[in-house]
């Protein structure tokens, strides 16, 4: 995602320095199918989805 500032995340969430900030990526929740254009409603089905809380933790880094 452009603009995104690895330095300031690296700061921010105290990300010890023998670990890489790789990559960033918008989080949200989705709208109602009811307000997607016509021609893309029909391309919307239930996805079998990873959960999110798998993937990604909130607040500054915390080692296992």
């Given at each position: 995602?452009?603009?995104?500032?690895?330095?300031?995340?690296?700061?921010?969430?105290?990300?010890?320095?023998?670990?890489?900030v790789?990559?960033?990526?918008a989080?949200?929740?989705?709208?109602?199918?009811?307000?997607?254009?016509?021609?893309?409603?029909?391309?919307?089905?239930?996805?079998?989805?990873?959960?999110?809380?798998?993937?990604?933790?909130?607040?500054?880094?915390?080692?296992?």
């Amino acid at each position: 995602m452009q603009g995104f500032d690895y330095e300031r995340a690296r700061k921010e969430l105290h990300i010890p320095d023998e670990f890489q900030v790789e990559a960033m990526a918008a989080v949200g929740k989705p709208a109602p199918k009811e307000l997607l254009p016509e021609k893309l409603r029909a391309r919307e089905s239930p996805k079998d989805r990873r959960k999110l809380s798998q993937s990604v933790f909130e607040g500054p880094f915390k080692p296992d």
